[in-house]
Every structure is written in C-alpha cells, then in structure tokens.
C-alpha cells in the first residue's frame, strides 16, 4: 500500500488563480480537489439541482487506485469495493473458459496498488468529500457558451461569471469544447452499439449454485459473442453484481442517465448460455448508454491560454478497456502538481501546453486500445473468432506453467505483461512532478523562467 509518499501533499502555488471548474462528475470533482489543495480558489459550475447518484459500477485500476489512497482514501475504498481475484472470458453460447488472467494481490504486488471494483456513486462520494472544503459549488447552473479570450463563463439564465482559468470538465457532450477547438471539432462516430446498465443484488444471485459461483469467486467475468459482449463483476462489498450489457444500438443520444427496456435486454440476449439468462432475469431496471467514438483532439488548450479541457471533454473512452475514469482523474492529478507551481501568469500558457503533452499520447493510445478492444470481444464465430480464442487459451496455459510471463500481443490485452505495466504501472503526479523538475532546470541553466 502506498503510505508517506512526498507527492501526498500538493505545495501551495505562489499565485492563486480564480478558476472555474464546469462539471461537477469524477474529472471535475478530481480537478477541483488538487487544484483547491495546490491553493487556487475554485469555483464549480453543475447544470443537476443536486448531486446524485447515477451509473453502476466502475474499475478502478492499479494507476488510479494509487492516486486515490495517495489522497487518503485507502480505508474508504477497502469499505465500499471489491478486489477483483481475476478476469475471465467465456464463450456467450455456452459458458465455455477461453481465457483468465490472475488478479487480486498480483497486482499490488506487479503495479504498487491494487485493483477494486466500485460503484460510481460511492467514488462521487468520495471525490465530492475531498473536494468540499477547497469549492464553492453553484447547482442549477446551466453553461450557454464560455469566451474563451476574456475568460468569462456564460450562464442560461443569463448570469456571466469571470475567472482566470476555466476547466472543461463538462463530459462528452461538452459545451467547453468548442471554445478550445472552434467551429469545426471533430463529431462523435458511432459505434453502432450501446450498453445496458444493470445491478443485481447478490443475495438473489446466492440462492442459485450457478449464479454464487459468480460471487463467490470475486472474478470479473466477460461474456464474448458475435456483435455482443457483457461483463460482470461484484461490487459494494459483495452486495450487488454489476453488469455492463453492450450490443448493436443505432442510437446517437450520448448519456449516461438514459433508461432502457429490461424487456428488450433480454431479448437482445437470448440464446446467450443459462447463466446470463437467470442474471437477466434478475434485471428489475437498466440504464443504456449508446457508444460514441471520437478521434483524440488536437488541441486541449485555447489560445488565449484561458480555458482547458479534461476527461471525457476532450478525450472519451470506450468502456472496453475499463480506463475511462482513470484517465479523467490522471488529468486533474497532473493540472494539480502543474499549477501548483506556478508563480506568475506568463507561466500559464506554458504550463497548459505542458500538461497536454504530458496526457495526450498516454490518453490517445487508451482510447485506441479500447476501440480494439471492442471489436476483438465482438467477432462472429469464424477464423478471427477462433484465432482469438486459440490466442487467449494459450496465454491461460503459459500463465499457468509459469513458461512465459509476458505474453506480449495476446488477444487478452489484460495479460499481456507490458502493456498492464504501462497502463497500470503509471504514476500520473510522479510524471508530473518529473517534468516541472526538468523545465524548472532548463529555465536555470539558460537564465530565463517558465
């Protein structure tokens, strides 16, 4: 467990900056606790009257949970979370194992933190507490449009509000974004898929041998089929199962709050093996959430240096890598060290640039490793669907012979050795602090600063 590290304490910024920080989900609550922590006075604009809960359940991997118990939220998260034992895929006709991958204290052992799977709501708790003593939070507070050069945020109701940074933290359909990029951003493609979001709870589940195995072995279980994959897992201590259900949706309407037809569910997946039926029949409600796609943005900082994006604003993540949240709260642990250095506002624009270069190949490469992800889980039965199979019960083999610890291009992403090192080995703040090191050396050695 990571315990006294030099980075749990952000230093206080020699200037303190008014910022606005638009969203009030993971990426805003996040941002608005580092750069409060780091001294800055932070305003947060949510258009929702209140804070509630919405989604299901979430990973939490190694590279996020060590931020989180970095801020003090070890004892919370053991509380509320799972830890995951290992992750597992099967065949959607018959339940049949084609690949499983060792988890639970492997991966504090191999990437310094351990993995958990958590409810949203219960992380929005968490974040929203930590947050709380650095923001002013505005509800009911709806953006129309910001102005990128004067820095000014304008509100529905007419209301304008002034600041010398704005933050972008307002999701995937953001209206901060077209401030950064201008009239022509790039438009979200659709994947032609959607997910059903479910919850079940585990006490249902344990009355049927087949379904308490599910419980029983903490695993995170991913069910593949031809256009079709869901994926399960315990979550809240063991007293709710979530499911994510994703299937062919033709739908555009980005949301996370969107609900859908249990009825439907179910016959979206019929034919799927026994055990996905008697979980489906547990079903009482469902969220849908269509798939959208977009191609990393260019460019994450206005101009003017004024207004910045973060998360799902500039960079949203398919769920098929299980990185989303991760990388929204990296970003708000970077701007956090970054800003917390700053001394004049001159350095602004530097440290902005600074940030996105330190988050955008890191982001651009998970939102593609998602992408192909998502199609890998959804081959039709055939040559590529049995390739896929061979290649993942072959990594399940060397994994257990202890022939091979790498298993480097494996269909499986998750063992493949040097891709979860990359990805979950990653300490977003100790890179942060490493290149304000660099650039602060420079700036001597050449007798200018930042």
């Known amino acids: 467990m990571i315990e006294d590290h030099p980075l749990q304490d ?6 303190a900056l008014d910022i606005i920080i638009i969203g009030c989900g993971i990426s805003g609550l996040s941002a608005a606790y580092r750069l409060g922590r780091a001294g800055h006075k932070i305003t947060v604009l949510e258009s929702a009257s209140q804070i509630r ?6 990973q939490v991997g190694p590279n996020l949970s060590r931020l989180l118990i970095r801020w003090g939220l ?22 049949q194992q084609l690949g499983w991958t060792r988890w639970g204290d492997s991966m504090e052992r191999d990437y310094g933190s351990p993995y958990y799977n958590i409810h949203r709501a219960d992380l929005l708790d968490m974040l929203f507490d ?24 304008i509100l529905e109701n007419g209301a304008i509000l002034s600041a010398d940074l704005i933050v972008g933290a307002d999701g995937i359909r953001s209206v901060v974004r077209n401030a950064v990029v201008g009239g022509q951003p790039k438009q979200p493609v659709p994947t032609g898929h959607a997910a059903y979001r479910a919850i079940i709870s585990t006490s249902d589940m344990m009355k049927d041998p087949q379904m308490r195995a599910l419980v029983e072995r903490r695993e995170i279980t991913s069910w593949m089929g031809p256009q079709k994959h ?30 859908g037809s249990v009825t439907k569910m179910r016959a979206d997946f019929a034919g799927w093996e026994p055990r996905v039926q008697k979980l489906l029949n547990l079903v009482q409600t469902t969220l849908i959430w269509p798939l959208m796609y977009r191609e990393p943005l260019d460019d994450w900082v206005s101009p003017s240096g004024k207004v910045v994006l973060m998360g799902d604003a500039c960079h949203p993540m398919l769920p098929s890598r299980a ?48 992408f192909a992800n998502h199609n890998t889980f959804h081959l039709e039965d055939g040559p590529r669907q049995e390739e896929r199979d061979r ?36 300490d977003a703040e100790a890179e942060a602090a490493r290149w304000c090191t660099g650039i602060w050396l420079d700036a001597a050695r050449t007798s200018y600063r930042l």
Not at 53 to 58: K, N, P
Not at 130 to 151: C, F, M
Not at 354 to 366: D, I, P, S, V
Request: proline share 3%.
């Open 230 to 259: 869901i994926v399960g897992y315990c979550i809240r201590g063991g007293t709710e199962y979530n499911l994510v259900l994703v299937h062919p949706d033709t739908r555009e309407q980005e949301s996370y709050t969107s609900e």
């Open 53 to 58: 809960e919405v989604g299901a359940g979430i």
């Open 391 to 426: 290649s993942m019960r072959l990594a399940m083999e060397l994994a257990s012979s202890q022939e091979e610890r790498e298993n480097v291009g494996n269909a499986n992403i998750w063992a493949d050795k040097r891709k979860s090192q990359t990805q979950f080995g990653y």
């Open 130 to 153: 930590l947050a709380r003593p650095y923001v002013t939070l505005k509800l009911n507070s709806r953006v129309k449009s910001v102005d990128a050069e004067r820095a000014k945020v």
């Open 323 to 370: 990185q989303g949240s991760a990388m929204a709260v990296e970003d708000a642990a970077v701007l956090g060290i970054l800003l917390s250095r700053i001394t004049s506002r001159t350095q602004l624009l530097p440290l902005l640039h600074g940030y996105q270069r330190l988050r955008h190949n890191r982001t651009a490469e998970t939102q593609r490793a998602a």
């Open 74 to 95: 070890a004892d919370r998260l053991e509380q509320v979370a799972v830890k995951p034992q290992a992750i597992s895929f099967v065949r959607y006709e018959d339940g």
């Open 10 to 15: 952000v230093r206080p910024a020699v200037l």
